[in-house]
């Protein structure tokens, strides 16, 4: 038994639907732009020769049915509503089938962003830390083992924001395909069991004020609500 000078963080984790057992988180990669109406919104372009991701700490994660307080240094906190991959094995330099192996979960997603700083970083090509790797930014519902790769085409994304729809897409409409994420990703890093993909965001992203409610679905996979403090 290692001896610290003060007791380890906890290990982040999520519920699996029908199992008591827990599912450990390791990292959060986070796609951008991979929805083109989003990326038109953002004032971009997606990048069509390959994508690129930001990463969040597994110690972001907040659970869905949770309150948090508005975070701390913006003054434009916005929600991204997202289908969330979590990955089952160790996944490394892959090709499209053996990245389609190794999910072990879907999930739903909010990837709270400090929009504010983000475009004040893009402005001076700064790092994104700061707008997206901040504590509670990654809302994760349960997560889905009975989910069909195949059938998530027509499945409908969709985020209400105190009861008013906001965002609502078809999974199909992603630029990068779940697959092509994971062996891009798998070319850069010896992917884990625990490693969690945030897939992107499809149009409609806004602000979240305090007292909001927030509700995300995506159809066949999974719900996720969130409460920001007064
Ligand atoms: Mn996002």
């Not at 090709?95 to 999930?107: E, N, R, T, V």
């Not at 004040?120 to 090509?125: D, L, M, S, Y």
């Not at 995300?216 to 969130?226: A, T, W």
Request: aromatic residues 10%; hydrophobic residues 40%; contains cysteine.
């Amino acid at each position: 038994m290692t001896d610290y000078f003060f007791e380890p963080a906890p290990i982040a984790s999520l519920p699996v639907a029908g199992s008591d057992k827990r599912y450990a988180v390791n990292r959060i990669f986070c796609v951008g732009r991979n929805y083109a109406d989003h990326a038109k919104e953002m004032g971009a372009e997606v990048e069509k020769d390959q994508p690129f991701f930001f990463t969040k700490p597994g110690s972001a994660i907040v659970h869905s049915g949770a309150e948090i307080s508005y975070p701390p240094g913006t003054e434009n906190l916005h929600y991204e509503m997202e289908l969330v991959v979590a990955l089952g094995c160790n996944v490394f330099q892959a090709d499209q089938q053996q990245a389609k192996k190794s999910i072990f979960a879907y999930a739903c997603g909010l990837d709270l962003t400090r929009r504010d700083l983000q475009a004040r970083f893009k402005q001076k090509a700064h790092p994104w830390d700061l707008a997206k790797a901040f504590e509670n930014s990654a809302v994760v519902s349960g997560l889905n083992t009975e989910v069909e790769l195949d059938s998530l085409d027509d499945k409908t994304i969709q985020l209400k924001r105190n009861d008013q729809i906001k965002q609502q897409a078809k999974l199909g409409e992603m630029v990068w395909r779940v697959e092509e994420l994971i062996e891009f990703l798998s070319h850069y890093y010896h992917l884990q069991a625990g490693d969690l993909i945030f897939t992107g965001t499809p149009a409609g992203v806004g602000p979240v004020e305090r007292g909001d409610q927030l509700q995300g679905s995506v159809d066949g996979v999974g719900s996720i609500e969130l409460s920001i403090t007064r």
